[in-house]
Nanobody
Framework: QVELVESGGGSVQPGGSLRLSCSAS????????TEWHRRAPGGIRVLVAS???????TYADSVKGRFTISKDDAGNTIYLQMNNLKPDDTAIYYC?????????WGQGTQVTVSS
């Protein structure tokens, strides 16, 4: 079993930046495929960014050029750097790791973008 814990959420004005972190209870990043998802108020959970264990990254069109997913060298933490934030980015952000039949979700961290 792996526990994922997100941090770094908060309130920010439009145009601001935040960096989310997701820490794992054991070293899995770089082995597992990892993703950030978000769920806006009243919405469903959607994929924002992914980092495959090959190093390949993909992004939702709505965040391309503004968000960057990465991991630390130790493989214990993944990040989501979010720049030029917009009110539409307001959501609970979740990290997710999966490999084969194994998959783990974090509890989420709230991001609010408002003036």
């Amino acid at each position: 079993q792996v526990e994922l814990v997100e941090s770094g959420g908060g309130s920010v004005q439009p145009g601001g930046s935040l960096r989310l972190s997701c820490s794992a209870s054991r070293t899995i990043f770089g082995i597992y495929h990892t993703e950030w998802h978000r769920r806006a108020p009243g919405g469903i959970r959607v994929l924002v960014a992914s980092l495959e264990n090959t190093g390949r990254t993909t992004y939702a069109d709505s965040v391309k050029g503004r968000f960057t997913i990465s991991k630390d060298d130790a493989g214990n933490t993944i990040y989501l750097q979010m720049n030029n934030l917009k009110p539409d980015d307001t959501a609970i952000y979740y990290c997710y790791a999966h490999l084969g039949a194994s998959n783990y979700w974090g509890q989420g961290t709230q991001v609010t973008v408002s003036s």
